[in-house]
């Protein structure tokens, strides 16, 4: 919590979990702010929070996250990818994991696709 104003009033700080699909695996993020962005068609996500460096036992996911975003102020993922946004209460651990075709139960919605300079007869 941080303290706001002149009347002291304490403010919970806003912790969201990003869950987006990226090349077959599942990312897991959490973040300090997440809003529609000025690219269309894409969701800002910045401010990443990952676990503390100091921790003695580490999770090999999300330190190959962690390098992965290394020096990323904010990252843009594309709306069709994200799979849902929740705020939560506390930060947990950033993860990738594997999504099988089975089991996919997250259906993009059809859309035309457009090929500039093609023109239909």
Do not use: C, W
């Amino acid at each position: 919590m941080r303290v706001v104003g002149s009347q002291r009033r304490t403010v919970k700080e806003r912790i969201y979990k990003v869950a987006f699909l990226n090349e077959g695996k599942l990312y897991e993020l959490y973040a300090r702010g997440v809003s529609s962005s000025t690219l269309l068609g894409f969701i800002e996500v910045e401010g990443l929070l990952f676990g503390e460096k100091t921790k003695v036992v580490v999770d090999p996911s999300e330190e190959r996250l962690r390098s992965e975003f290394a020096g990323v102020e904010r990252t843009y993922v594309p709306i069709h990818a994200v799979v849902r946004i929740d705020q939560v209460e506390k930060r947990g651990a950033a993860k990738v994991t594997a999504v099988s075709e089975s089991t996919d139960k997250v259906r993009s919605l059809p859309s035309p696709l457009f090929v500039p300079g093609k023109r239909e007869s």
